[in-house]
T-cell receptor, first 112, second 111 residues
Framework: EAGVAQSPRYKIIEKRQSVAFWCNPI?????LYWYQQILGQGPKLLIQ????????DSQLPKDRFSAERLKGVDSTLKIQPAKLEDSAVYLC??????????FGPGTRLTVT | LAKTTQPISMDSYEGQEVNITCSHN???????ITWYQQFPSQGPRFIIQ???TKVTNEVASLFIPADRKSSTLSLPRVSLSDTAVYYC????????????FGRGTSLIVHP
């Protein structure tokens, strides 16, 4: 069974530029999560989708971050414009149920 | 939302049993306890999940006392490859579940 796919794996941009991350969850997984993980900290949930609907986005900085999950499968997370403090690893996860999440390899973003 | 508290770090040696305890004093009736493992440069990996008493799988055991205010992840006979960060999460089995990772416990296994 294929795992959660993410791309790109690494991205370096300058502040105020835009960036987008892509996630393809495991087939059949209805719930998809995007996390931000800053070095030395645990993953912080940004947004949770159930199929193509948003379950929770209370920690998503909506002035600069946006996410969508069209057709309830793939998802994209966008940052526009990026700030230095957005440098982190962005993780995507999916789950068939409630608690057992399957994580992708993440995208390491460096904002200079 | 039940808050969890774990030790920041632990050290062990190869072949020893490691027990990592997580406190969740305000755990709710419908909450389950889930543990994840994370290696550097990788996403977290699900290890084990439980509600009460004891759960065991091929990787670890999870001990939950009757009051459920804490839980202990037990790793038998650790090896160098068990060096990782371990996270304890508590979440509701019904309604909306918002997974919350703390800082986790950094386990270092020495030769």
């Amino acid at each position: 069974e294929a795992g959660v796919a993410q791309s790109p794996r690494y991205k370096i941009i300058e502040k105020r530029q835009s960036v987008a991350f892509w996630c393809n969850p495991i087939s059949g997984h209805a719930t998809l999560y995007w996390y931000q993980q800053i070095l030395g900290q645990g993953p912080k949930l940004l947004i949770q989708f159930q199929n193509n609907g948003v379950v929770d986005d209370s920690q998503l900085p909506k002035d600069r971050f946006s996410a969508e999950r069209l057709k309830g499968v793939d998802s994209t997370l966008k940052i526009q414009p990026a700030k230095l403090e957005d440098s982190a690893v962005y993780l995507c996860a999916s789950t068939p149920g409630r608690f057992e999440q399957y994580f992708g390899p993440g995208t390491r973003l460096t904002v200079t | 939302l039940a808050k969890t508290t774990q030790p920041i770090s632990m050290d062990s040696y190869e072949g020893q049993e490691v027990n990592i305890t997580c406190s969740h004093n305000n755990i709710a009736t419908n909450d389950y306890i889930t543990w994840y493992q994370q290696f550097p440069s990788q996403g977290p990996r699900f290890i084990i999940q439980g509600y009460k008493t004891k759960v065991t799988n091929e990787v670890a055991s999870l001990f939950i006392p009757a009051d459920r205010k804490s839980s202990t992840l037990s790793l038998p006979r650790v090896s160098l490859s068990d060096t990782a960060v371990y996270y304890c999460l508590v979440g509701d089995s019904g309604g909306s579940y918002i997974p919350t990772f703390g800082r986790g416990t950094s386990l270092i296994v020495h030769p």
